[in-house]
């Protein structure tokens, strides 16, 4: 048996006891894989003197993070702390002494990411990063390796598990958003601060990794249109349960000759949809190609043990280049630069909610504006509202553009005869 | 650009077209990945004057094999020809010529499958398979790469394209077997000979590779126990529906302290598992791993240009191996032999359908049989039976070992009280 390959963790919270764990109970199973012992050199903690549910030899910690990046011991930094500028400074000096890169950290790499992956390829070090998109799904892998021969046109992630739990929630159970979120952290399932969840930030920074790999194209952060699910409403999940619909908060990733699109936004999905299926805390990913046609990758998003075992397939791939002396040997070419649709490009259907004045002549003052803006029906719904002389409408519109479908709502809110605009989602997984 | 890497086709029907396809369509992509152009060289065909749907320079047909696997321009054959003796005996000729191989024969990889890899290792050649098991699924990568640090215990695929569109059109339209398989017939969805679908030995053949593969252990076709689904009946569909469960063809692979066991047979799964869901033609591999939980890869089992996408992928794969210069040298260790479970060990619940004679006293010497098994209920339902003195009696058992189970059926069977048993299927996902 050859020499043992020396792991240092940069941090030892959730994900980096799940490393320390899984390279302790499955040590046989990764010696067979890789053909040598794997074994931790130093760990980087904040504190040596905390208490930890995980056993280690306390010899193996540091509060000095040069005593993990610079240590000769060391082959491979494991990059579970989080973080971005101080991160990535690390890590750059640890490219710099020839020490290979797995990281969990979806904020690094969805705003540095290729700067630090250019460094990588220039030092002949790996940089993989399978951890920080939808937690054990090897969703990167796929895209990078499974999937390598096809043309991707479409990606849609369920990648964000706290908003999937709480729409879950309010859909089976038909609770309030509120209600179901406070609960949701009452459980530990959202944060006390829940912002970068709920407003889909979190699923932004995923979808802008997924896109830049999936597509072989640079797309940054910014690209990203984001809208979060703090809006929604018991009653927006169930009247499109009622039309046949599942709301997701969707990260949809579309190219058509080589223009992109990139959102993430509570989206109307089929009932028989694949990702409608996927409740609670799970995430999917699922991905069209021109050759195979639909796929999906369905997992845990997040957790200690799930996020770990991404970094370990990652550290087995970064071994196995190890001892066949191909780290950091690329053979992918350049990302191309992404350039994105404008709104007339972009086309979908949308579901429409309306409270509207119950009376004669309301509906065909609204149809014929949804005409004028070349806005035609799919499905349609009108229930009175109890105690008031107004009726609900609810709209599911066929495809139509971007540019097309806002102009019609900002003069939607500007007709007599509509109350107001409950609601407005995209629908996808139609048509 | 460096040179073209060249390409032998052994077999041209659909997925060899949809390869040739491929390699043309997305010839810029492949370029992109892989560092050099792609070319197709040589492709055997039974009869070159055969007319084609396909275009394709005719130079490049022959009807000889060996000017596929001697030719001096092909570097990797590409198997798709199915067979397997004869096929076999080509890939070791080719493999001794020092050429890759990527295949798609299900039926020589799960009975020559270790053999063959042997030589290829021995020759610094690769073998890649990926298309072999769940067409456009990249699940072998998924268990050999993005599972690769984790410890698999146990795998249920949805594997046989037409065996779950047959049960998925019975479930859903409440029509029977005969009448399902007949259209599907109609339709292109099953063979004219169905058998080794509806048997379920092509599910047996992919869950041995699959098992192969994930428990690093060899597991034989033999070993494999196999059910088919052309006593299904409609009557089965509907109980289990109103029960809460849904009926599909699954290929079950378990293991459990080194021991295991392998099945392929029509079980019940609750509605709510991921499993449920896979619809109509579409394949589904759900992965259950200690560290990473519960994962499924989902997708198309068949078709041209899925499957043969699976094979470009293995082919992009022995490329970059070939630009790395890294081909045939697998870092993992050897398989082990595996040790099947036996039936004491296997531990399941089920789902028994009996008709028996309405009286009182049935009930009670029905369950203390079941009582004198250790066999215990979760959930009963009795119906009268119209027009005669008989009562069905639907039980979903806990769980119970596979011994005990055996034994309690063949009593049932000569109990005076019981008239017939109708129907018996292992149910899992529950508990």
Excluded: W
């Amino acid at each position: 048996m050859d020499r043992a390959v020396g792991v240092g963790l940069l941090g030892f919270g959730t994900v980096g006891g799940g490393v320390v764990e899984i390279i302790e109970r499955h040590q046989q199973e990764l010696q067979h894989k890789v053909g040598c012992p794997v074994e931790v050199k130093k760990v980087l903690v904040r504190d040596k003197k905390k208490d930890r549910s995980i056993v280690i030899d306390e010899h193996l910690l540091t509060e000095q993070a040069d005593e993990v990046i610079s240590s000769p011991d060391v082959d491979i930094v494991m990059e579970v702390m989080g973080g971005i500028e101080e991160t990535k400074k690390l890590l750059i000096k640890a490219l710099n002494n020839k020490k290979h890169i797995v990281t969990a950290n979806k904020d690094l790499m969805a705003l540095h990411g290729a700067e630090l992956l250019q460094l990588a390829s220039d030092k002949g070090c790996d940089l993989f990063y399978e951890a920080s998109v939808a937690g054990g799904i090897p969703i990167l892998k796929g895209l990078s390796d499974g999937l390598s021969a096809d043309r991707i046109t479409k990606m849609m992630g369920i990648v964000n598990g706290t908003t999937n739990y709480i729409l879950t929630k309010m859909s089976h159970e038909g609770r309030s958003y509120d209600e179901v979120l406070q609960q949701a952290q009452e459980l530990g399932f959202a944060e006390s601060d829940p912002t970068a969840d709920v407003e889909g930030l979190d699923a932004a920074r995923k979808m802008a990794i997924l896109a830049t790999l999936g597509f072989s194209s640079k797309v940054e952060l910014d690209d990203v249109s984001v809208k979060g699910i703090s809006n929604v409403s018991d009653a927006d999940l169930y009247y499109s349960h009622q039309l046949g619909y599942t709301m997701k908060l969707i990260g949809l990733a579309k190219r058509d000759e080589g223009r992109i699109e990139i959102s993430v936004q509570p989206t109307l999905l089929p009932h028989q949809h694949p990702l409608s299926s996927v409740h609670n805390e799970y995430n999917a990913v699922y991905v069209y190609g021109e050759a195979v046609g639909e796929t999906m990758f369905y997992g845990p998003g997040a957790g200690a043990l799930p996020t770990a075992t991404a970094a370990m397939s990652d550290l087995v791939q970064v071994i196995r280049n190890m001892r066949l002396g191909v780290n950091g040997k690329s053979v992918q070419g350049p990302l191309t630069k992404s350039v994105l649709k404008d709104d007339q490009e972009i086309e979908s259907q949308y579901f429409i909610r309306l409270k509207v004045v119950d009376r004669a002549g309301t509906f065909s003052t609204i149809t014929s504006l949804f005409a004028e803006y070349e806005v035609s029906f799919e499905k349609l719904l009108q229930l009175p509202v109890d105690g008031e002389a107004a009726a609900e409408v609810i709209i599911i519109t066929h495809k139509t553009n971007k540019a097309n479908y806002q102009l019609l709502m900002n003069t939607l809110e500007e007709l007599a005869v509509v109350h107001s605009v409950e609601s407005s989602y995209r629908v996808e997984g139609g048509q």
